[in-house]
């Protein structure tokens, strides 16, 4: 896909480029006839995120300079579909990033449900792939818990904590609080690590001790701590730190 000047800073509302005004002819065309021809695998990433946008962009936008611009200004498109709804509006409008926030919603129930229909702790690449589509794209660090039943499969996943770029405030009596209102037997742990970094701090490790420590005595178990930097999900447990 040809290059598109970036339009993140003023937003599409604000001043378009001249990339992102729709040509006389259909700027998406062509990718319609490749996808009728050969499927999705006729399509890369963009391609795909063009023909998407191109039925919820206002009239006059060309989708697949919005495409560029979002691909330019996330990194790709595991990361757009986790950016919040008012970044996305600022490249491409408000009822755009609606959509693309309701297809993450989507994508975000599709990857939960094995982990309601299954042991979860027989499928960590299942939780890893959910956790990558749920934090990755996160600007700010989050903590959420992953409460489970008796046999280990998901009830609930809940975020308990919101911070800013390094820190997410963690209350171990509030994770012991929660897990006893949903009759949780057991929790696994997850943050994510906005700077790309996925390495375990001194702060991650203790704190995963003291909420060890304060469901034990309900006898709810930790089994895991997963920590979410980009496209790397890490387990301190894996890591011996646990």
Sequence with gaps: MDEQGDLFAPGLAEALAPAVIAPAADPCAELRDRFAAFGAAGLDEGDTLALVL????????????AADA????FGGVGRIFGATEPELARVIGRDAACELTLLHALLLRVLKHPLRQRTVLGSTEAVKTYLRARLAALPREVFHVLFLDRKNQLIADERLGVGT????PVYPREVARRALELSASAILLAHNHPSGDPTPSRADIDMTKQVAEAVKVLQIVVYDHFIVAGDQVVSLKALGLM
């Design 165 to 168: 770029v390094d820190h997410a």
């Design 70 to 73: 979002l691909l330019r200004r």
């Design 54 to 65: 191109s039925r919820c962009l206002r009239p006059g936008l060309n989708p697949v300079g």
